[in-house]
Each structure stands twice: as structure tokens, then as C-alpha cells.
């Protein structure tokens, strides 16, 4: 009898805490006109977004279009919305480690892309279709990296704070440029950035337009350190073991920690106790759990 009750009372906090994976944050309601956007963003070709889930649960997603430093076409936007859901649904996922092509990281938004939608109503719609997708990016539950090489410029510096983690190259730099576009971030950068680094170093960078190199990144705590290789190879490779240190043991306890530190970011305190609770009751009991209780594990 107990058992039964315990299962079905695991059914329905599952049922409360795992709501639909493609949750964002503008809908119809908010004026988002989504199948509208991505009608005009699929006009603008080039470029591709790149996933390799790896047997070891770590998923590499490459930005590539190194003709014009990985930035993000029309198409690759709407790419990047596909793979988040592919994401999403990857049950054994664990890490996750975000790189450009040929060295460099990303550009920010084509300017021919940008150019041809740059009506109010167009740039709106686009600013919400990444800030859902970015927003979807950052919750997934599993612990991301983004590998700085070379420059991570406007919306590319954006997309880094959709990310756990920066790593950074030698050389490498991450820098909000909008202001010389007369822009502010749209893509969730701003207020991202905000969360890492405090107010008074985020309107410095914004407003300054800030060269951020990998030393004064590690200094601010947008960055937890500097690579020791420039080579596109060696430094992914540095990155995955850098990232393996996060990601050893089973898939569900790893998600399942990912899971509740978004809880306690994004929630009041209340909600977020109520969902460390419910987190913990997925995993109480659970293979992992039983194994390391028969080992004795704890101290180890």
C-alpha cells in the first residue's frame, strides 16, 4: 500500500515539474508573430548549425558559417530553434559545449539578414524568436560551455551568456558591440549579463562598447579561465576535459542538478524549494541513488 501511494505521489510531482519542454517566453499574446518571422528569416540562407552528441552524454554544437565569422543567417536561427528541441529531448544528455568554425566564435547577426527585416515590427519578432530560443538554450538540463575562440561580437557575446560556462582562448575576446549599431542587446544578453557579472560591470561593457579579453573576463566572472591552446582542436579538446570534471556520473543525477540550480535562479524562494523538492523525488531512490547507498559512496 505504501509503495502504491509513494509511486503515485513520484507520477504526480513528475507531472507538476516536467512541464512542456518548449515552453518560451512570448507567445501570441505578446504579439509574436512566429510563423510570420520564420517565413521571412528562411529568405536569408548561408551557414549551419552543427550538433554531434557524443556516446559520453557531452553534445558539441558548432556555429558554422566562417565566411562571415559564424554569424547567424535567417536559416541558421531557424536551425538553432531545431536543434534546442532536439536537445530537449535528449534523454541522456549531460553537457553540452557550444564553438564556431575555423577558430572564431560568432559574429553576432548577418547584416544582409538584418538589413531586409529592419522594419520595428520584424526587428520585434526577431528579437523574441532568439530571446525564446536562447531563454529554451539556457534551461536545457544539461551543464553548458560556451568555447570562446576569437571574437564573440554582439549577438555572438549575447549567445555566450545563454551558456552555464565561457571558456576562453588566448587571444580571444567577447565584446558588446550594439551600441555603435545604436542598439541595445535584444537576444536575453543584457539581463543575462547582468546575472553573471552585477550591474556596474555590465553597463561598463555595454556602454563602452568593452574589449573584454580572457584575463579581464576571468577577473569579472564572465569567464572561468583561459585555455592553454589557440588551436581549434587542442582547445575543444581542453574544453571537454575541463567539462568532464562537471559531468562524471549518471545522466539523471547530472540533468537533475542542472534542473534545480535553474529552479533556484529563476524562481522566489518558495517555488524554488518546492521544485529542489520535487527534483529530489525523481532521484530518491533511484538506480543511481540505491548504488551509492550500497557502496557507501558518500566520502569517497
Same mark, same amino acid.
Given at each position: ?9 513520484? %507520477? ?10 518548449? /515552453?518560451?517566453?512570448?507567445?501570441? =499574446?505578446? !504579439? ?22 557524443? &556516446? ?24 538553432? %530553434? ?27 547577426? &548577418?547584416?544582409?539578414? /538584418? ?7 520584424? !526587428? ?30 554582439? !549577438? ?20 558588446? +558591440? ?5 542598439? /541595445?542587446?535584444?537576444?536575453? !544578453? =543584457?539581463?543575462?549579463?547582468? %546575472?553573471? /557579472? ?32 589557440? &588551436? ?20 539523471? +543525477? ?5 534542473? +534545480? ?26 538506480? =543511481?541513488?540505491? %548504488?551509492?547507498? =550500497? ?6
Amino acid at each position: 500500500m505504501a509503495f502504491c501511494l509513494w509511486k503515485s505521489l513520484i %507520477q504526480t510531482t513528475k507531472s507538476r515539474l516536467f512541464l512542456p519542454r518548449n /515552453v518560451s517566453l512570448y507567445n501570441h =499574446a505578446h !504579439g509574436f508573430e512566429e510563423e510570420e518571422i520564420k517565413k521571412k528569416l528562411q529568405q536569408f540562407g548561408g551557414g549551419s548549425i552543427n550538433l554531434c552528441k557524443e &556516446d559520453n552524454g557531452i553534445g558539441i554544437l558548432t556555429l558554422n558559417n566562417p565566411k562571415r565569422m559564424n554569424a547567424f543567417t535567417g536559416t541558421m536561427m531557424l536551425e538553432l %530553434q531545431e536543434t534546442v528541441t532536439e536537445l530537449e529531448n535528449w534523454k541522456n544528455g549531460k553537457g553540452l559545449i557550444i564553438c564556431g568554425a575555423e577558430n572564431t566564435f560568432c559574429s553576432g547577426s &548577418d547584416l544582409n539578414a /538584418v538589413r531586409a527585416i529592419s522594419s520595428p515590427k520584424d !526587428g520585434m519578432n526577431m528579437c523574441m524568436f532568439m530571446q525564446n530560443t536562447l531563454t529554451r538554450l539556457k534551461r536545457l538540463p544539461l551543464i553548458s560551455v560556451a568555447l570562446v575562440q576569437g571574437k564573440a561580437l554582439g !549577438g555572438g557575446a549575447e549567445f555566450t551568456t545563454a551558456c552555464d560556462f565561457r571558456l576562453m582562448t588566448p587571444g580571444s575576446e567577447i565584446r558588446f +558591440v550594439h551600441k555603435h549599431m545604436g542598439l /541595445v542587446p535584444g537576444w536575453g !544578453g =543584457a539581463a543575462r549579463l547582468v %546575472q553573471i /557579472v552585477g550591474t556596474g560591470p555590465a553597463l561598463k561593457m555595454l556602454s563602452g562598447a568593452l574589449k573584454v579579453d580572457p584575463e579581464r573576463a576571468v577577473r569579472l566572472g564572465l569567464a572561468e579561465e583561459t585555455l592553454l591552446s589557440s &588551436d581549434e582542436t587542442k582547445s575543444l579538446e581542453e574544453s571537454q576535459a575541463w567539462l568532464d570534471q562537471y559531468t562524471k556520473g549518471p545522466a539523471e +543525477v547530472i540533468r537533475a542538478l542542472k534542473k +534545480v540550480v535553474t529552479a533556484g535562479r529563476e524562481l522566489q524562494l518558495e517555488a524554488a524549494l518546492r521544485a529542489e523538492k520535487d527534483i529530489f523525488g525523481t532521484v530518491w531512490g533511484g538506480a =543511481a541513488n540505491l %548504488q551509492a547507498l =550500497a557502496q557507501s559512496t558518500k566520502h569517497k
